[in-house]
């Protein structure tokens, strides 16, 4: 089973903020890495994260750099700033209130089988 975008979307940010809370990284690698944490059931869609780096770096919560790769094309980077760091732990803690609401929404409906 694979876990559509509309379960996602609206996370995206945070999901990227997430991965950058552990080191530098650049598109392929981050995608790559949610692919591998999903077992393959979830991948953003290059236009996706490509388009949340640039509001989220228009926002003050990442930067980029470009990496001085040897051989292959050159990567660009992201790195979390403080301010990112920050609206990373405020958008967990959102996410975090809306999951509860979303439980007890559907505990309910459980009972009607």
Known sequence: MS???DLIRGHTDTIILA????GNSYGY???KAIQDKTAGQYELKEATLYTAFRRLEAAGYIYSYWGDE???ARRRYYSITPTGREAYFRMRAEWEEA????EKLLED?????
Not at 19 to 22: E, Q, T
Not at 109 to 113: A, E, K, L, S
């Open 3 to 5: 876990i559509t975008a």
């Open 19 to 22: 991965h950058l809370l552990h």
């Open 29 to 31: 690698q981050i995608n």
């Open 70 to 72: 040897m051989t292959g």
């Open 99 to 102: 999951k509860t609401t979303i």
């Open 109 to 113: 409906n459980d009972h009607g089988r």
